[in-house]
């Protein structure tokens, strides 16, 4: 038996849609701490309106500019600036909150066995092309990975950043 499917209309869909952009509900961050590619953080900014978070990214000289470059949203996102990562990553850890890394790593959990958060957490993800530094990897709570068929070890960090995101968010 197969069933009608009804496209909703682009008025439909935009009816909704939040009509202002979320302030910190300080529950879910996406932390690119150590980012390669300024790209990247536009599209992981959108990804974090998307589904509630927040962003929180280091002060390096080049990241503001990326940051707006990379904004296609109309209003202002959630941003929070970090010193040093470590040492903003223990202090996340010294409040309670749970860190998430997204890395290959011996124990790490399955995307798809990922839970959603259920209390703040705060996602890390490493630089693109040598992870999370292993210091800050003992900073970590959990680690889950992104399994993968092809010949590519990694995603960059806008796409894996975005999968996990949603599962965290409970939207996929």
């Not at 069933?3 to 952009?21: K, N, T």
């Amino acid at each position: 038996m197969s069933r009608a499917v009804r496209v909703r209309s682009p008025r439909e869909l935009r009816a909704e849609r939040r009509r202002r952009g979320h302030r910190c509900w300080d529950h879910l961050l996406a932390a690119p701490l150590w980012p390669l590619h300024g790209a990247n953080l536009g599209t992981l900014l959108r990804t974090c309106d998307a589904v509630g978070a927040c962003i929180a990214v280091p002060r390096f000289s080049w990241v503001p500019e990326a940051l707006a470059r990379g904004n296609t949203l109309r209003r202002p996102a959630c941003v929070h600036w970090t010193g040093d990562p470590l040492g903003w990553l223990a202090a996340r850890r010294a409040d309670g909150d749970r860190i998430l890394g997204v890395e290959l790593a011996e124990g790490a959990v399955r995307l798809a066995d990922l839970p959603m958060a259920r209390s703040r957490t705060v996602m890390v993800l490493g630089h693109e092309q040598t992870g999370i530094p292993p210091e800050a990897l003992d900073l970590l709570d959990q680690v889950v990975e992104i399994p993968m068929i092809g010949t590519g070890a990694s995603l960059n960090v806008a796409v894996a950043g975005s999968l996990v995101l949603y599962k965290l968010a409970g939207m996929s």
